[in-house]
């Protein structure tokens, strides 16, 4: 039996693992097929393909990109990428320079509220390229600014809070040719974390399906059992694959477990039963 957990971090972007220890502790865990899903970054990949080697454990390249649409930031997983594909990786590039833009621009923010070198801060917790929210959260509870990680979101990196700088991603044609090109399949992050009404949703999925997208994460270590059940239902009617992934982004997060995943619900098509997933990990 194959234990599957489709969306993972490392320290390649905002999880607190590298990817060898991501790769050792996913193992341990028991799962037997993970997706590495950095941010906009397959920086990650190579060292988590040789962790793998000699274990019984199959890696799927992945990227978890960040799109804009409809002026909300959703993400779209890509499942199964070659990291070797110009095109794709040309496209990170972009919404890594995003990255460091925005980032400049919180630390302005944050300085105007009092709270000075807060990029130099979030760089000390970065080990990658790439720079997100989750090292500015870091820095902000380091600094005894906020008590948890749980905390300094709420109160200083979301709409309306003093670190928030609202920033334009990639559109999702554009994201969804990237990760067509690169052979993989693009699927929606946890869906149930966008807010979005039934019609909103149905309008979102709409559109991914026209743009390619075959794939809705509908179990994820975000989701409660009733937004599950509710992803499920609409996967069925919009003929997605499902999938399903933790989000894992260390130990600092210790309700979301590597591998510890609800089952996928009944009349639900799981993603590696699409042809295109790689035949070497069928079942
Ligand atoms: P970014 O892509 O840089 O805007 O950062 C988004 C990341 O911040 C997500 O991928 C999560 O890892 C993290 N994040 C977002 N909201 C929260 C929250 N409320 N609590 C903890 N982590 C969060
Ligand atoms: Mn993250
Ligand atoms: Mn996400
Ligand atoms: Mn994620």
């Known amino acids: 039996m194959c234990c599957y957990d489709l969306h993972s971090h490392s320290t390649a972007s905002d999880g607190t693992l590298d990817p060898a220890c991501l790769v050792?502790?996913?193992?341990?865990?028991?799962?037997?097929?993970?997706?590495?899903?950095d941010h906009d970054t397959l920086d990650g990949l190579a060292e988590a393909a040789q962790a793998v080697s000699g274990l019984d454990l199959s890696l799927i390249p992945g990227v978890e990109i960040s799109v804009t649409w409809q002026a909300m930031t959703i993400h779209i997983l890509g499942l199964n990428v070659d990291t070797h594909n110009q095109v794709l990786s040309e496209g990170l590039q972009e919404l890594q320079e995003i990255r460091h833009w925005r980032a400049g621009e919180i630390s302005r923010k944050l300085a105007n509220k009092g709270i000075p070198e807060a990029l130099e801060g979030a760089d000390r917790f970065r080990k990658g390229k790439i720079i997100s929210r989750t090292h500015f959260a870091h820095f902000l509870v380091e600094s005894g600014y906020a008590a948890s990680l749980r905390d300094v979101f709420k109160r200083f990196l979301v709409k309306g809070k003093p670190g928030y700088v609202r920033s334009q991603w990639v559109t999702m044609e554009r994201a969804l040719g990237w990760?067509?090109?690169?052979?993989?399949?693009?699927?929606?992050?946890?869906?149930?974390?966008?807010?979005?009404?039934?019609?909103?949703?149905?309008?979102?999925?709409?559109?991914?399906?026209?743009?390619?997208?075959?794939?809705?994460?509908?179990?994820?270590?975000?989701?409660?059992?009733?937004?599950?059940?509710?992803?499920?239902?609409?996967?069925?009617?919009?003929?997605?694959?499902?999938?399903?992934?933790?989000?894992?982004?260390?130990?600092?997060?210790?309700?979301?477990?590597?591998?510890?995943?609800?089952?996928?619900?009944?009349?639900?098509?799981p993603i590696w039963e699409a042809e295109s997933w790689p035949l070497a990990l069928a079942v």
């Open 24 to 37: 050792e502790k996913a193992h341990a865990a028991g799962v037997t097929v993970l997706a590495l899903t």
């Open 179 to 269: 990760i067509r090109q690169a052979g993989g399949l693009p699927v929606i992050a946890h869906p149930a974390r966008y807010g979005l009404t039934r019609s909103k949703l149905s309008r979102l999925v709409g559109e991914f399906r026209k743009a390619g997208g075959v794939g809705l994460e509908v179990v994820s270590g975000s989701h409660s059992r009733d937004e599950t059940l509710h992803m499920a239902a609409v996967c069925r009617e919009h003929e997605l694959f499902a999938s399903c992934g933790s989000d894992y982004h260390g130990p600092e997060k210790p309700w979301v477990e590597l591998g510890r995943l609800h089952r996928l619900p009944q009349g639900c098509i």
